[in-house]
T-cell receptor, first 110, second 109 residues
Framework: DAGITQSPRYKITETGRQVTLMCHQTWSHSYMFWYRQDLGHGLRLIYY???????DKGEVPDGYVVSRSKTENFPLTLESATRSQTSVYFC?????????FGPGTRLTVL | GQNIDQPTEMTATEGAIVQINCTYQ??????LFWYQQHAGEAPTFLSY??LDGLEEKGRFSSFLSRSKGYSYLLLKELQMKDSASYLC??????????WGAGTKLIIKP
């Protein structure tokens, strides 16, 4: 299907475990982004990528790692999950002004 | 620091008009965006302003004043499906989006 997808949609994990959230887009957009959304906060940028093999930190990168070996994929890894990383994670892509968002992953860290 | 302010919650009546305000202080300005987000869903794009003035798109309009660091989103002929959160975001000098916390709009019949 065309568009932007995320997996899994829901994930429960334990403190200290490694978790990878997947993001895939079919538009061949150059830019891709990872945000987290928490109550009372706006969307906060974790990492972004301008093209394959080019990534950069956003506002809240600590505890997260990204890679982008292919244009269409932009996985986000939590190396050692903490309770403060419980959140809804959105991936987005952009080929111009507008950003298109995936459906989100709701992550709970126990 | 960078800051985007918008009201936390607003209530309006079906069929009426509502204006959601957004004020911003950012390092640089490269456009202002409005997104709609229904509960449990992803944000979807509504409008983009980079020059001063009003942009109209159907029942929705967005206004920008760069000198005042101010924007508003105007929703006309409100429908129950317009119940959602409305997110204001400014693209800064690094071309990154800085987001407000969102305004939850409640529509009453």
């Amino acid at each position: 299907d065309a568009g932007i997808t995320q997996s899994p949609r829901y994930k429960i994990t334990e403190t200290g475990r490694q978790v990878t959230l997947m993001c895939h887009q079919t538009w061949s957009h150059s830019y891709m982004f990872w945000y987290r959304q928490d109550l009372g906060h706006g969307l906060r940028l974790i990492y972004y990528s301008a093209a394959a093999d080019i990534t950069d930190k956003g506002e809240v990168p600590d505890g997260y790692v990204v890679s982008r070996s292919k244009t269409e994929n932009f996985p986000l890894t939590l190396e050692s999950a903490t309770r403060s990383q419980t959140s809804v994670y959105f991936c987005a892509s952009s080929g111009g002004n507008e950003q298109f968002f995936g459906p989100g992953t709701r992550l709970t860290v126990l | 620091g960078q800051n985007i302010d918008q009201p936390t919650e607003m209530t309006a009546t079906e069929g009426a008009i509502v204006q959601i305000n957004c004020t911003y202080q950012t390092s640089g300005f490269n456009g202002l965006f409005w997104y709609q987000q229904h509960a449990g869903e992803a944000p979807t794009f509504l409008s983009y302003n980079v020059l001063d003035g009003l942009e109209e798109k159907g029942r929705f309009s967005s206004f920008l004043s760069r000198s005042k660091g101010y924007s508003y989103l105007l929703l006309k002929e409100l429908q129950m499906k317009d119940s959602a959160s409305y997110l204001c975001a400014v693209r800064d000098s690094n071309y990154q989006l800085i987001w407000g916390a969102g305004t939850k709009l409640i529509i009453k019949p």
